[in-house]
């Protein structure tokens, strides 16, 4: 599988990570552990996961994803072999990731709280990469780039990123952490990040890891300049839209076992005019001969504002699908005809 480098770090990461927010709730331990065994044998080396998983977030799961991740690693003795990644919870008004119930913030006592924690659930001694799941300030939107601007109202106690990110700088100084990165960030936000490390405050951020698909584009916005000058890789996810872009759910279709039908928390891609993009987009796919997963996917990891594009799955089928993407040959063709389509219908599910 294709590598490519991680920022201006000498870890290098395959087109395809995997994503692993289904273990623990959707997906057994023994079913997580199957696919990572194939997942790894396929060329992945990229284990993306966070404290928050598995989603839906609840506190008798809380965790479980790593801990899953942590019994593999000890059974089958791979931690070299792989890059772990996970993500510490911003501001949240969840009481149960903390001791003392306190509500989530981005401050000291509570990353190093967050980081002890994941890397005894995930049984090792250094988290590969550390990021922020989601800003302490308030934003207009879940994942920080709306298409349209609202003015959220400043917190008060607001955490300011110097202050977060000293926090992070001693983490990295204890050996606990090799690199930190970003999640749900807006380009104002990375820079900020970056200009608090070049003050000499704390490490720069190594990634970005944000939503990218064929429905939501917005990080070819301002973040893709920030990207490209500042050395932050794009981590991509939810390349297949929650699901959405498999054309699993065309015509009201609800499959037993999907995320809609357990959960109905797809609402990010279910606003005006989406339902009306992903048809076209999953019809473009059958009109190349390909499957719409295995299109959709491959859209993601061969754009060159990618780093690494995160699958997720619940089925092993699902699974061969989106490791599929990575031998797809993208052909101009193929990006223009997408091209077209974003002409026409823009970012539908920012």
């Known amino acids: 599988m294709q590598q490519r480098r991680l920022g201006r770090t000498d870890i290098h990461v395959g087109v395809i990570g995997l994503g692993t927010m289904t273990f623990g ?13 194939r997942a790894v044998a396929a060329g992945v080396n990229l284990l993306d996961a966070a404290e928050l998983y598995p989603i839906p977030p609840k506190a008798e799961t809380q965790g479980r994803t790593e801990e899953i991740i942590g019994t593999w690693l000890k059974a089958r003795g791979r931690r070299d072999d792989v890059v772990i990644a996970t993500k510490v919870i911003g501001r949240s008004e969840m009481r149960w990731f903390r001791d003392g119930g306190v509500e989530g913030r981005l401050v000291r006592g509570q990353i190093e709280e967050a980081v002890d924690k994941s890397l005894k659930r995930l049984q090792t001694d250094v988290i590969d990469l550390y990021q922020v799941h989601w800003p302490d300030r308030a934003t207009p939107g879940f994942g920080s780039n709306p298409t349209r601007w609202t003015s959220p109202k400043r917190m008060a106690d607001e955490t300011p990123i110097e202050e977060t990110l000293a926090a992070l700088a001693d983490v990295v100084k204890a050996g606990k952490v090799r690199y930190i990165g970003l999640s749900n960030e807006s380009a104002w936000g990375a820079m900020r990040w970056l200009v608090a490390a070049e003050a000499g405050i704390g490490p720069r951020v190594v990634s970005i890891q944000n939503a990218y698909s064929l429905v939501n584009r917005t990080w070819e916005g301002a973040l893709a300049e920030v990207g490209e000058r500042e050395d932050v890789s794009l981590i991509a996810y939810s390349p297949l839209a929650q699901g959405y872009l498999s054309g699993k759910y065309e015509n009201g279709g609800l499959p037993e076992g999907s995320r809609k039908q357990l959960f109905d928390r797809l609402q990010r891609y279910e606003k005006p005019h989406a339902a009306a993009a992903v048809s076209a987009y999953v019809q473009l796919a059958r009109d190349f001969g390909v499957k ?3 299109f959709a996917n491959a859209f993601v990891a061969n754009q060159s ?23 797809l040959k993208w052909t101009r063709e193929m990006q223009a005809a997408v091209d077209d389509l974003h002409q026409r219908f823009g970012n539908p599910c920012p």
């Open 305 to 327: 504002v990618v780093t690494s594009s995160l699958i997720g799955a619940t089925t092993m089928d699902q699974l061969e699908d989106a490791l599929a993407a990575a031998s």
């Open 25 to 37: 709730q959707q997906n057994t331990e023994a079913e997580g552990h199957a696919q990572m065994d």
């Open 292 to 294: 719409p997963a295995v």
